[in-house]
Nanobody
């Protein structure tokens, strides 16, 4: 069994900063990639930032230069540092990890429960 637990969301004024954390636990053999997605009311879930084992990263154009994703391999934790927040960043943020467990030969995606980020103008 695998669990992803997010923390760090909240209410912040425009221009402010937040740092999201996501800890992965369970019967993990390997984690191929970790990332953050977000979903605003009435919109589809979208990729915010992704980090791939080995060091590659990818960001949505809307957050480039403002957000930074990082990963602590020893702690199975991924972070999202969000600076210069804008009202349009308001959404539920979900942690995602592509994981191969001890019980399977295949990797699959796992999701956290989501953490709300609200940016006031």
């Amino acid at each position: 069994q695998v669990q992803l637990v997010e923390s760090g969301g909240g209410l912040v004024q425009a221009g402010g900063s937040l740092r999201l954390s996501c800890v992965v636990s369970g019967s993990i053999f390997s984690i191929n990639a970790m990332g953050w997605y977000r979903q605003a009311p009435g919109k589809q879930r979208e990729l915010v930032a992704l980090t791939i084992s080995g060091g590659g990263t990818n960001y949505a154009d809307s957050v480039k230069g403002r957000f930074a994703i990082s990963r602590d391999y020893a702690k199975n934790t991924v972070y999202l540092q969000m600076n210069g927040l804008k009202p349009e960043d308001t959404a539920a943020y979900y942690c995602n990890a592509r994981i191969k467990t001890l019980a399977s030969d295949l990797s699959r995606d796992y999701w956290g429960q989501g953490t709300q980020v609200t940016v006031s103008s």
